[in-house]
């Protein structure tokens, strides 16, 4: 069922042709009749001639709006696991729906490094995200829908497609590429609608965001509860390093899959602006390779415990990972890593944030969220015999910022982070984030 994110609006009614008939019919009437037989006793009836042209105008305009748009909704509620603009195809009658969200992010870094060294690093401004959602709801039972996706103002992917089967209102089958149902942000990325001016770390090296594979499944829920089960192509073990599973997405291109992972989530949703759960991973990631005659497994398992609440204007949102790796000294073999690069047998990462809404007792209709956050990854925590550990991979983070949201769909993020890991080699950074979607 769709979940409110903002206050629901009713979508509108299509007009006929029959009715938009007789609404011109009406007006032209009031226009050539009634100001005819007064225009020659005042010349101030001209104004009323006016008037009336106008109301056909705004009649017209209406009209064209409402059939060029029957289906036209807000981009304000979320439906089974997908963030406000992606869920837009759930809301509508039938038909065709557009959506999208978009992002710039300029990053300016500090000249040292936290042991005092220069860190080299050169400021950034990056048209970060420019997204189209595209779907088609055929009619109760079957929608297809998509996102469209330029990074970086250059790099085009397809970040999901896939077509929904409805069975009952709380029953559906999925298939074509998915996005995979672990985390906060994986299935609810557009931002406005997460804390903070860039993803979390235990977001992109633990739960490799964004993260989407071809496979099937089923989904489904009720106003307490959601869940999503689904079987995908797996990881490429092969591409893992030091930073995590991030470089063994495949991204549904002739992706193999030798190797299927299970993916499965369950939300509760029962309270009013509380989403808890969790959701978890498992697959082999080698896809038949052989090391001296062995088949490698490279079993990878990943589980998450959530949270996202908001409430009275106070907004908290944590997460804790954790992912295990099998066989991982042959993982990095058919890798080719060695020393400190090696892909860890152990990974781990947990972050918290909160933010208060210090408008929300006034009159203004806007919303300026200060916040903080704290965050922890480790993707080297335990690492196979003959690899070392990189004391960079030890890191955390801390952010304090502020958001201001004129509209629920619209959003500038400007925070602070302080970046340390057990190098000692962190940089701290300024971010600004402009952010929409609809």
Same mark, same amino acid.
């Given at each position: 069922?769709? #979940?409110?994110?903002?206050?629901?609006?009713?979508?509108?009614?299509?007009?006929?042709?029959?009715?938009?008939? !007789?609404?011109?019919?009406?007006?032209?009437?009031?226009?050539?009749?009634?100001?005819?037989?007064?225009?020659?006793?005042?010349?101030? =009836?001209?104004?009323?001639?006016?008037?009336?042209?106008?109301?056909?105008?705004?009649?017209?305009?209406?009209?064209?709006?409402l059939d060029l748009?029957? =289906?036209?909704?807000?981009?304000?509620?979320?439906? $089974?696991?997908?963030?406000? !603009?992606?869920?837009?195809?759930?809301?509508?009658?039938?038909?065709?729906s557009i959506g999208?969200?978009?992002?710039?992010?300029?990053?300016?870094?500090?000249?040292?490094?936290?042991?005092?060294?220069?860190?080299?690093?050169?400021?950034?401004?990056?048209?970060?995200?420019?997204?189209?959602?595209?779907?088609?709801?055929?009619? =109760?039972?079957?929608?297809?829908?998509?996102?469209?996706?330029?990074?970086?103002?250059?790099?085009?992917?397809?970040? &999901?497609?896939?077509?929904?089967?409805?069975?009952?209102?709380?029953?559906?089958?999925?298939?074509?590429?998915?996005?995979?149902?672990?985390?906060?942000?994986?299935?609810?990325?557009?931002?406005?609608?997460?804390?903070?001016?860039?993803?979390?770390?235990?977001?992109?090296?633990?739960?490799?965001?964004?993260?989407?594979?071809?496979?099937?499944?089923?989904?489904?829920?009720?106003?307490?509860?959601?869940?999503?089960?689904?079987?995908?192509?797996?990881?490429?073990? !092969?591409?893992?390093?030091?930073?995590?599973?991030?470089?063994?997405?495949?991204?549904?291109?002739?992706?193999?899959?030798? =190797?299927?992972?299970?993916?499965?989530?369950?939300? $509760?949703?029962?309270?009013?602006?509380?989403?808890?759960?969790?959701?978890?991973?498992?697959?082999?990631?080698?896809?038949?390779?052989?090391?001296?005659?062995?088949?490698?497994?490279?079993?990878? #398992?990943?589980?998450?415990?959530?949270?996202?609440?908001?409430?009275?204007?106070?907004?908290?949102?944590?997460?804790?990972?954790?992912?295990?790796?099998?066989?991982?000294?042959?993982?990095?073999?058919?890798?080719?890593?060695?020393?400190?690069?090696?892909?860890?047998?152990?990974?781990?990462?947990?972050?918290?944030?909160?933010?208060?809404?210090?408008?929300?007792?006034?009159?203004?209709?806007?919303? /300026?969220?200060?916040?903080?956050? &704290?965050?922890?990854?480790? #993707?080297?925590q335990a690492v196979?015999?003959?690899?070392?550990?990189?004391?960079?991979?030890?890191?955390? /983070?801390?952010?304090?910022? !502020?958001?201001?949201?004129?509209?629920?769909?619209?959003?500038?993020?400007?925070?602070?982070?302080?970046?340390?890991?057990?190098?000692?080699?962190?940089?701290?950074?300024?971010?600004?984030?402009?952010?929409?979607?609809?």
């Amino acid at each position: 069922m769709p #979940t409110s994110v903002t206050e629901g609006r009713n979508q509108p009614q299509r007009v006929t042709p029959k009715l938009r008939h !007789a609404l011109l019919t009406i007006a032209t009437a009031s226009l050539v009749f009634s100001p005819i037989d007064a225009l020659a006793q005042a010349t101030t =009836d001209s104004t009323r001639i006016s008037e009336l042209e106008r109301q056909i105008e705004a009649v017209s305009r209406e009209l064209e709006r409402l059939d060029l748009g029957a =289906d036209v909704v807000q981009a304000d509620s979320s439906a $089974y696991g997908f963030g406000p !603009a992606a869920s837009k195809v759930y809301q509508i009658e039938s038909g065709v729906s557009i959506g999208g969200y978009g992002e710039f992010l300029y990053e300016n870094y500090s000249t040292e490094r936290e042991n005092g060294q220069a860190s080299g690093a050169l400021d950034k401004h990056d048209a970060l995200r420019a997204i189209i959602y595209l779907g088609y709801k055929f009619n =109760d039972r079957f929608i297809f829908n998509s996102e469209i996706e330029i990074e970086h103002a250059k790099e085009i992917y397809l970040e &999901f497609a896939y077509l929904d089967y409805n069975l009952s209102d709380n029953f559906g089958l999925r298939g074509g590429m998915l996005l995979a149902p672990l985390g906060l942000v994986n299935e609810l990325h557009e931002p406005p609608i997460f804390l903070g001016s860039e993803r979390a770390i235990t977001e992109q090296r633990i739960i490799p965001t964004t993260w989407r594979e071809n496979g099937f499944g089923a989904f489904g829920g009720s106003d307490t509860f959601s869940w999503r089960l689904y079987a995908m192509n797996s990881l490429n073990g !092969a591409n893992f390093g030091a930073k995590g599973v991030r470089g063994g997405r495949q991204k549904g291109y002739k992706a193999l899959a030798e =190797d299927f992972g299970i993916a499965g989530r369950l939300d $509760y949703t029962g309270t009013p602006g509380l989403l808890v759960g969790l959701s978890t991973y498992t697959g082999g990631t080698a896809h038949n390779r052989e090391i001296d005659g062995r088949k490698v497994d490279g079993r990878l #398992t990943i589980w998450d415990a959530h949270l996202d609440y908001r409430t009275g204007g106070f907004w908290l949102r944590g997460l804790i990972a954790s992912a295990t790796i099998g066989d991982a000294a042959r993982l990095n073999s058919l890798a080719g890593n060695a020393g400190d690069d090696g892909v860890g047998e152990e990974m781990g990462g947990w972050y918290v944030q909160a933010g208060y809404d210090i408008l929300r007792n006034t009159t203004a209709s806007h919303e /300026l969220i200060p916040y903080i956050g &704290f965050e922890r990854v480790n #993707t080297q925590q335990a690492v196979p015999m003959g690899f070392s550990i990189d004391p960079s991979m030890d890191l955390s /983070l801390t952010t304090i910022g !502020a958001a201001w949201r004129p509209l629920p769909q619209i959003s500038l993020k400007m925070d602070y982070q302080i970046h340390s890991n057990e190098a000692s080699t962190g940089v701290n950074q300024w971010n600004v984030n402009l952010g929409w979607l609809f």
